[in-house]
């Protein structure tokens, strides 16, 4: 048989590393609020942010698309401003991406803060460490194992996304063309072999994902503080 096109699982592997980047910066400090907030607010941002893990990806998909496109406020200022659209570009994709994998990023690094406990910052600001310094040094380091849960599980939804990325993105190839689609292209072309190719590559990365993520787990189990 032929050899898949790997093309589109070079392109899925940039969008799951830009988009895990993306979320680990804007992930932690919504985490960190989440973690330590007693705002009223807080139920209803918790909310929003798990809403992609019930939320049918097409449904997300198409509001993005409407958000995204040209005729709207944000797609006309990024059209005039650079001269491109974000729907059908890897903008938009890696736009859709932080938004769909938001609570793969947020949810396990709201729990590993919440385990770290108020306890070590507080004797780190008795030591008269400011709040930044006291993050950097005593929380994260402690939150290690959320950051790679985090991380991990981040980066390998990112990489099975299928409905979203379509809605948005379309089926460009080198633009927005990745492996989920590339799949799905290729059963509906009766390519059942580099389907096969593609979707084993596909299973055997998600396994080896969740393996690692148990191991570490149970290997260094949290300590509250």
């Known amino acids: 048989m032929d050899l898949p096109d790997l093309g589109p699982l070079w392109l899925t592997i940039r969008l799951a590393a830009v988009t895990t980047l993306v979320l680990l910066i804007i992930g932690t400090p919504l985490a960190w609020w989440l973690a330590h907030t007693r705002a009223r607010l807080r139920p209803v941002v918790e909310a929003v942010t798990a809403l992609p893990l019930v939320l049918p990806p097409t449904v997300l998909g198409f509001y993005l698309l409407v958000l995204l496109s040209p005729d709207s406020l944000l797609g006309g200022l ?6 491109t659209t974000l ?3 890897f903008t938009g994709l890696i736009i859709a991406s932080t938004l769909y994998s938001l609570p793969f990023m947020v949810q396990p690094l709201q729990a590993a803060f919440e385990s770290v406990g108020r306890a070590p910052l507080e004797a780190a600001a008795s030591l ?4 930044l310094d006291a993050f950097f040094t005593v929380a994260s380091p402690m ?3 959320g950051y790679l849960t985090a991380t991990v599980l981040t980066f390998a939804h990112t990489i099975g996304e299928f ?3 379509l809605m948005v993105g379309g089926n460009i190839p080198g633009r927005t063309k990745v492996v989920s689609i590339q799949i ?7 390519n059942y072999d580099n389907a096969h190719a593609l979707a084993a590559i596909l299973l055997v990365f998600s396994f080896t994902v969740l393996v690692s993520v148990y191991t570490f787990n149970r290997r260094f189990p949290v300590h509250p503080g």
């Open 87 to 89: 729907t059908f570009s």
């Open 184 to 190: 799905y292209e290729q059963v509906e072309t009766i």
């Open 128 to 131: 008269r460490a400011g709040p």
């Open 78 to 83: 990024w059209l005039s401003a650079t001269g």
């Open 143 to 145: 939150a290690l194992r």
């Open 163 to 165: 409905g979203v990325v």
